[in-house]
């Protein structure tokens, strides 16, 4: 198993055992003030419109199970948003498949998403947050395939996804 591989299946499994559930809280800063971002809701508003897994992870910087997302698997041509403002993020374009279990992308829409500096479990990564609501959507990596060299590591239950039409 490579490194990648074996840390986040440690991760989850780690996380299984804490939570037990779909997601599990991070340790990483939470997300900035609401009032900064386009679209903002109380945090009561948030939990109404949200699953309880999607809250865990967009409001409160989770990470869902590894291979639990049929966005994982999603092949077909359109546009993956945000689940909690529905903001398009990413085009079915960019998707590749990365190994790691979660939804991966070499490059996010225009202007889509925005980058936080994450400091838990003792490393230095990249969060990526909704541009629009600052919902958490998951990392990127700069093992990625070319043209960008990078890989957007996201959790499927940040997203939805909308076929293209035929």
Not at 141 to 151: C, I, Q, S, V
Request: positive net charge; aromatic residues 10%; charged residues 15%.
């Amino acid at each position: 198993m490579n490194t990648r591989r074996h840390f986040f299946h440690l991760v989850s499994a780690g996380g299984a055992l804490l939570g037990g559930g779909l997601a599990w809280r991070a340790a990483t800063a939470a997300a900035p003030a609401a009032e900064t971002w386009r679209v903002s809701y109380s945090d009561a508003e948030w939990r109404k419109r949200l699953t309880s897994a999607q809250y865990a992870v967009l409001r409160q910087d989770g990470t869902e199970r590894p291979y639990s997302s049929p966005l994982n698997k999603e092949h077909r041509a359109g546009t993956f948003a945000c689940a909690g403002c529905a903001q398009p993020l990413f085009s079915s374009t960019t998707k590749f498949d990365s190994g790691t279990g979660w939804p991966s992308f070499w490059q996010p829409l225009d202007k889509a998403v925005s980058n936080q500096m994450d400091t838990g479990f003792g490393m230095v990564r990249t969060a990526v947050r909704c541009s629009q609501c600052g919902g958490h959507l998951g990392h990127v990596f700069d093992d990625g395939p070319k043209p960008t060299g990078l890989r957007y590591c996201m959790n499927g239950v940040a997203m939805s996804f909308a076929p293209a039409a035929s």
